[in-house]
């Protein structure tokens, strides 16, 4: 099972929308609406941005939101900060019939111009 | 609140076994599933595997023959073994609870395969 794809790098400008992908297959993000964003400043813990592909968890901004297209996930952050700039990590379960059973995307690093 | 820290040593021989502990406050570990993950430098993260609290767990087949994680109840802890590791075992450990999405994660930990 390979990881899930996302572009190496995206940037923008403050207060500019952008949004990030995470292409999987049909074993994956395709067959589950269980995709999960994470946002992750270097040196600290990963953080849940969303959930169930679209879900935020109390305490998100509303900046940021999550959406799925066929085997494609996508998270959008608008209204672009400088906090924003990170590394933003996809991923999907897979089910225990395409191991393993949660592969991650290969992260997208975003820069606030 | 649920935290998670790692900790455990920083530096492993080659052939040797990595051993990591997670400790969790502000939940008991008798509930949800529980995760390790790693990120290898410059790599994506990976998913190690899980433990329930009945003792059931799952692992990522890359990994399965070498992997083990357990779980103390008594201490609100559970641990990862990764055996005869090699410099490709290199990366930063995370543990993480899980419910199909990991929340929370600990701070991670930066474990060196090297002689």
């Known amino acids: 099972q390979s990881a899930l794809t996302q572009p190496a790098s995206v940037s923008g400008s403050p207060g500019q929308s952008i949004t990030l992908s995470c292409t999987g297959t049909s074993s994956d993000v395709g067959n589950y609406n269980l995709v999960s964003w994470y946002q992750h400043h270097p040196g600290t813990a990963p953080k849940l941005l969303i959930y169930?592909?679209?879900k935020r968890p109390s305490g998100v901004s509303t900046r940021f939101s999550g959406s799925k297209s066929g085997n494609t996930a996508s998270l959008t952050i608008s209204g672009l900060q400088a906090e924003d700039e990170a590394d933003y990590h996809c991923?999907?379960?897979?089910?225990?019939?395409?191991?393993?059973?949660?592969?991650f995307g290969t992260g997208t690093k975003v820069t606030v111009l | 609140q649920v935290q998670l820290q790692e900790s455990g040593p920083g530096l492993v021989k080659p052939s040797e076994t990595l051993s990591l502990t997670c400790t969790v406050s502000g939940d008991p570990i008798s509930s949800y599933y529980w995760s390790w993950i790693r990120q290898p430098p410059g790599k994506e993260l990976e998913w190690i595997g899980y433990?329930?609290?009945?003792?059931?767990?799952d692992y990522n087949p890359s990994l399965k023959s070498r992997v083990t994680i357990s779980l103390d109840t008594s201490k609100n802890q559970f641990s990862l073994k990764l055996n005869s590791v090699t410099a490709a075992d290199t990366a930063v450990y995370y543990c993480?609870?899980?419910?199909?999405?990991?929340?929370?994660w600990g701070q991670g930990t930066l474990v060196t395969v090297s002689s």
């Open positions: 433990i329930y609290f009945t003792g059931s767990t």
């Open positions: 991923c999907s379960y897979a089910g225990s019939g395409t191991p393993p059973l949660y592969v």
């Open positions: 169930e592909g679209s």
């Open positions: 993480a609870r899980l419910v199909h999405w990991f929340d929370p």
